[in-house]
C-alpha cells in the first residue's frame, strides 16, 4: 500500500516563488484597496459620523489670581476651568447672547476650556460644523468670560490675549497618514495570504511531486520532450493499456496520447465514483492514471490509489495532464518541444 507523508514533504522554494510571483499582480491591488479603505474609514469616523467638518475659533485669555493670606496665589487647573466653562453663568450669557439659536445642549458641546504649560493663559475653543457660528461663540465668551472675575473674588482680572476672529478646520483630517497606514495593511496581509495560500496548497505542479509523494513513476505532461521516451519504456510491450482519469471533468481530446502500432489504449473513469470500470482496468496490462496538474484534487487521487490497492490493481505510471507549460518552462529553465504523437 503506497503511502504519503505532508508532514515530510520538502518545501520547494523554487516553485513556491515562481507561483508566488505569478500572483504578485494582488499586491498593488490590495494595497489600492487598503488605501481607498482607510482613506475612507478615517474621513467618516473623522466627518460624517460627527456630523461633518468641524470648525474652531480659539480665544486665549490671561487671568490674574489674588493673593491669599499666606501671599500665594490661588489658581484654576485645566479640570477646573473644564467644569467652570459650563456653569449658568457662562451659558446663560450665550444662550441669550445667541437669541435662542442653539440649545444650552449644544452650546455646552461646543465650546470647551483648558489651560496648558501656563495656568495663567485661559484657552477658550469653540467647535462648530460652520465657521461663522465658531466666530461668532468665541466674540460671546470674549464679552462674559471678563466678567467672571467680578464674581469670584480668587481672580482679580482677566484680558482678552487674542481674539477668535476666525476659524480653522480642526478636524484632524490625516488623509495621507490614513493612506500609508492602509497601504501598509494591504501589502503585508496580502503577502502573508498569498504565502500563506501557497504553503498550504497541495496540488501537484511537477512531475516530480508525483514521484516524492506518492512513489509512481511519472511519465511527464504530454508536451514535454521526454514524454513519448517515457512511454515507450514504461509501457514496454503492453498491450492493452487503460487510462484512467482521477477528475470527472476532462476532454479526451486534451490527453492525446501516442498510438503505438499494436498497443491499444482504453479510457475509464474513476473507479471510485464508477465502479464498473474496474472490470475494464483489470483486462489491461498496464495502468496509467491521468491527474490534472493545478486541481485540488490530492485527496480524489489518494481514494484512488486507496480502491485500486484494494482491488490489487498495480499503477503503472501517471500523466500530468494540463500542467502550465511556461511554469514548467520557467523551473526548469528551458522551453519544452513538442513531441510528435
Known sequence: MWECEYSREPVDYRLLWLRFFRKIWIL?????VGVILAAACH????????GGRTYQAESIFYVEFTENARGEEDYYNYFTWGEVIHTDFFMDYVYEKMGGELSKDEIVSYITATVESDVRYLYVRCDTHSPELSVRLASVMEEVVP???DARKEIQKIEVAKTGDSARDSSKLRIGNACFLGAGLGLGISMLWILAVLIMDTAVYLPAVVE????ITCLGA???SEFVPNWKHVLKDAVRVAKVFVDEDF????YAVPEDEGRKVISCRNPVEHPEELDKIRECEAVLLVLKAGRRNDKIFERLLEQLGR???SVTAVILASADKKLLSAYYRNRFANPVI
Not at 516524492?212 to 512513489?215: E, L, Q
Not at 476532454?251 to 486534451?254: D, G, H, I, K, T
Request: hydrophobic share 40%.
Open 28 to 32: 498593488p491591488v490590495a494595497v489600492a
Open 43 to 50: 474621513f467618516y469616523t473623522r466627518t460624517a459620523a460627527r
Open 147 to 149: 466678567e467672571f472675575a
Open 212 to 215: 516524492r509523494r506518492y512513489h
Open 222 to 224: 504530454p508536451f514535454m
Open 251 to 254: 476532454q479526451e481530446e486534451e
Open 311 to 313: 482491488q490489487d490493481i
